[in-house]
């Protein structure tokens, strides 16, 4: 098994001004499941290339096991890595795959078909083993693939870039359920690149997202969820996203389309000697939406009307435009079975304290 932290790794490619990969410092533990969560070209693959070695990072240092391996190359590291696109030898049978990399180290040929057999049972592909695999679906091609970065004993992490991406939607849950056993019984450390957030809240115990080179946040699921530390995390984590309104703070009270509401007050103290744009944050799902005759005496209820309602059969989207304001809509996310709301009805939008969020030029304020 092994153990990953990346000590001040940055990396610029040639001819470049920025950082493609911005300095992070970043540990990743012993059997751990990792995933990084990013949009295309923010960093996510050049991440996984410098911790595989096929880059070389131009900053910084790593180690795996303890070893400091930042200049050393891909095949002394005992990592094995899974590309998007299958990496398969189509004129071999699936058993002469699997075992490529172990003849290619000279491993005993008893102790060869031990290995392929234990691998191919863990995937389900013993039935495919005579087969040559030129005429496989690509699912099964992918399966191969995972399957000779995992062969090898010696293999103390796996590294996964998007590999789902040529599966049909269909059986994508089938290989993301075996993934997930496959961890919990070998135990390998797994780092999965992704910009599926499905993926990555399914597949990892931690999630690192990713924007334009940087690490805005590392948590658990719950943790990404609950209290995103950057309006971009809030926005990118969800379904719909976290609804992200302008603000300003006066008298410990965030203002919001000139109606004032309760914050924490230590987020309240934070923004007032903040020089930066403030927004309040708040997910769908803690929106509380109400009759205009029911909270329209209540002071800390913003007056709305509903534009569209989107049903996805387990639940009900309402979305909300400010009256007289041109703010973004507001998303609230409700249970299918709740009270039924139609467009163009007068309501009211109850922002819970415990669960707004300030932000100042996208960080959480507290």
Known sequence: MARIELKHIAHRYPGQAGYALAPLDVVFRDGGAYALLGPSGCGKT??????????????????????DVTSAPPEVRNIAQV????????????????????????????????????????????????????????????????????????????????????????????????????????????????????????????????????????GSPEELFARPAHTFVGYFIGSPGMNILPCTVEAGRVSVAGQRLPVSADAAARAVVSAGKLELGIRPEFVRLAQATRAENDHTALAAHVVEVEQLG??????????????????????????????????????????????????ALG
């Open 46 to 67: 050049t991440l996984l290339n410098i911790i595989s070695g096929l880059a070389r990072a131009s900053e910084g240092s790593l180690t795996i096991a303890g070893r």
């Open 83 to 218: 590309f998007q696109f299958p990496v398969v030898y189509d004129t071999m049978s699936v058993f002469d795959n699997l075992a490529f990399p172990l003849r290619n180290r000279r491993v005993a040929e008893k102790e060869v078909r031990l290995r392929v057999e234990q691998i191919a049972g863990l995937l389900e592909l013993r039935a495919e083993l005579p087969k040559r695999a030129s005429g496989l679906t690509a699912e099964l091609k992918q399966r191969i693939s995972l399957g000779r970065g995992l062969v090898r004993k010696d293999v103390g992490a796996i590294l996964l870039d998007e590999p789902l991406t040529v599966i049909d939607p269909h059986v994508k849950w089938l290989l993301r359920r075996k993934l997930m056993q496959i961890h919990a019984e070998l135990g390998v450390t797994l780092i999965y690149v992704t910009h599926d957030q499905t993926e990555a809240l399914t597949l990892a115990d931690q999630v690192l997202v990713m924007s334009e080179g940087r690490v805005l946040q590392q």
């Open 314 to 363: 387990h639940a009900r989207i309402v979305f909300a435009e400010l009256v007289d304001t041109s703010l973004p809509r507001v998303a609230i996310k409700l249970p299918a079975d709740g009270p039924v709301w139609t467009a163009g009805a007068s309501c009211f939008l109850e922002l819970p304290t415990k669960h707004t969020i300030l932000y100042a030029d996208g960080r």
